[in-house]
């Protein structure tokens, strides 16, 4: 008996873990991929998550804060975070042993072997453990998916709050600059029509002739012109401005609405290069974790193919009234073999999608590699 017991273990602890191993995309190198770096910057260094203070203005500060606490996308994705969390905990809890508690008592009559007449009570307590050996490494493979996920999940939400960040900052920046090129424009508007003014007064006096009137009207008619479409790009930028804090268009934000002129950033920001770049941008983490998740879902898969072992443990106290009625404790142990064979047909199906090209680890000779 011993000697079972310790080769089983033996046989446990040299478990193998079917399915490839994920192995991550390079990316390009800093040497072929530069851009252009403020100096004093090293090459990967990137701007850094509050990106905007650089402008130190305090409005655009309170607005994108305001942004992220009213937008309801940024929720959802914090939702989904925590619930992939979750799934990471009860993934992990497979790896511990499994507990159930059963209570059961009844009251009526029965026929045991030996019949008495009469309602009599029974009841049965039981306690059950079972632990599922990970041979194969299918208990190993969920909780990489599910981690893979969870990572998936946390780059998902910071995508949605990068978008959210730059749409409020180009839509603050877009209705200073316009704000800006009104002042511009309608300073503008009154040169010219001082200009216009002053050949009218030299055409009245014989100095000028009509032509140049009508040349300086179209002028001032062309100056004037000019104003519409950056009032249009002013309040329309307000509009969305006001969409992005979950406010209606009357409610403009009075903050954005005085900005007169584009703030403009106090330091250089840093570039990096590429391969940087593609590090820092949490769409391409998220596409690249859920690459992750779906090749470790590949031995989750490939597990099924083979034998799933269990050790299993009870205890029980059965009691009752009456002499018919069976009483004692009854304990049980042993493992639990459960193989789908040989019709193993839907766990092949779900090993075909694989994602991208065929890898295999070291020993790709085999569906499993050596832990």
């Given at each position: 008996?011993?000697?079972?017991?310790?080769?089983?273990?033996?046989?446990?602890?040299?478990?193998?873990?079917?399915?490839?191993?994920?192995?991550?995309?390079?990316?390009?190198?800093?040497?072929?991929?530069?851009?252009?770096?403020?100096?004093?910057?090293?090459?990967?260094?990137?701007?850094?998550?509050?990106?905007?203070?650089?402008?130190?203005?305090?409005?655009?500060?309170?607005?994108?804060?305001?942004?992220?606490?009213?937008?309801?996308?940024?929720?959802?994705?914090?939702?989904?975070?925590?619930?992939?969390?979750?799934?990471?905990?009860?993934?992990?809890?497979?790896?511990?042993p499994q507990t159930t508690i059963n209570g059961q008592g009844t009251y009526g009559r029965t026929q045991p072997p030996l019949y008495l007449p009469g309602n009599r009570f029974s009841g049965l307590g039981s306690f059950?453990?079972?632990?599922?050996?990970?041979?194969?490494?299918r208990v190993s493979r969920t909780v990489e998916a599910a981690r893979a996920d969870a990572e998936a999940a946390a780059f998902a939400r910071a995508a949605v709050r990068v978008r959210i960040v730059a749409a409020v900052?180009?839509?603050?920046?877009?209705?200073?600059?316009?704000?800006?090129?009104?002042?511009?424009?309608?300073?503008?508007?009154?040169?010219?029509?001082?200009?216009?003014?002053?050949?009218?007064?030299?055409?009245?006096?014989?100095?000028?002739?009509?032509?140049?009137?009508?040349?300086?009207?179209?002028?001032?008619?062309?100056?004037?012109?000019?104003?519409?479409?950056?009032?249009?790009?002013?309040?329309?930028?307000?509009?969305?401005?006001?969409?992005?804090?979950g406010l209606p268009p009357a409610q403009v934000p009075e903050a954005a609405a005085r900005c007169g002129s584009p703030p403009g950033p106090h330091r250089p920001i840093p570039i990096g290069d590429v391969a940087g770049?593609?590090?820092?941008?949490?769409?391409?983490?998220?596409?690249?974790?859920?690459?992750?998740?779906?090749?470790?879902?590949?031995?989750?898969?490939?597990?099924?193919?083979?034998?799933?072992?269990?050790?299993?443990?009870?205890?029980?106290?059965?009691?009752?009234?009456?002499?018919?009625?069976?009483?004692?404790?009854?304990?049980?142990?042993?493992?639990?073999?459960?193989?789908?064979?040989?019709?193993?047909?839907?766990?092949?199906?779900?090993?075909?999608?694989?994602?991208?090209?065929?890898?295999?680890?070291?020993?790709?000779?085999?569906?499993?590699?050596?832990?």
């Amino acid at each position: 008996m011993r000697k079972t017991m310790l080769s089983f273990l033996l046989l446990a602890t040299s478990a193998c873990t079917t399915g490839p191993n994920y192995v991550r995309p390079a990316a390009p190198t800093a040497s072929q991929t530069a851009l252009v770096t403020p100096p004093g910057s090293t090459a990967d260094e990137g701007p850094g998550p509050d990106w905007w203070r650089t402008y130190e203005d305090p409005a655009l500060d309170a607005l994108i804060e305001r942004a992220l606490a009213a937008n309801t996308d940024l929720r959802v994705a914090l939702a989904n975070f925590r619930a992939a969390e979750a799934v990471v905990g009860e993934a992990r809890n497979a790896r511990l042993p499994q507990t159930t508690i059963n209570g059961q008592g009844t009251y009526g009559r029965t026929q045991p072997p030996l019949y008495l007449p009469g309602n009599r009570f029974s009841g049965l307590g039981s306690f059950q453990l079972a632990y599922e050996v990970d041979l194969f490494g299918r208990v190993s493979r969920t909780v990489e998916a599910a981690r893979a996920d969870a990572e998936a999940a946390a780059f998902a939400r910071a995508a949605v709050r990068v978008r959210i960040v730059a749409a409020v900052t180009d839509a603050y920046l877009s209705a200073c600059t316009a704000s800006d090129a009104i002042t511009v424009v309608r300073s503008s508007i009154e040169l010219t029509a001082d200009s216009a003014r002053i050949i009218g007064q030299q055409e009245r006096a014989g100095s000028a002739a009509r032509l140049d009137v009508a040349r300086a009207e179209g002028q001032l008619a062309e100056a004037r012109a000019a104003l519409a479409p950056f009032e249009d790009a002013r309040q329309s930028a307000l509009y969305e401005l006001a969409a992005l804090l979950g406010l209606p268009p009357a409610q403009v934000p009075e903050a954005a609405a005085r900005c007169g002129s584009p703030p403009g950033p106090h330091r250089p920001i840093p570039i990096g290069d590429v391969a940087g770049l593609l590090k820092r941008r949490p769409d391409v983490a998220e596409a690249e974790r859920r690459l992750a998740a779906a090749t470790a879902r590949i031995g989750v898969a490939t597990a099924d193919l083979y034998p799933r072992i269990s050790l299993g443990a009870s205890v029980a106290q059965a009691g009752g009234e009456g002499i018919s009625q069976s009483r004692g404790f009854i304990f049980g142990l042993g493992p639990l073999l459960s193989f789908a064979f040989p019709n193993n047909g839907a766990a092949r199906a779900r090993i075909r999608p694989r994602p991208g090209p065929r890898r295999r680890s070291r020993a790709s000779t085999a569906p499993f590699s050596r832990r």
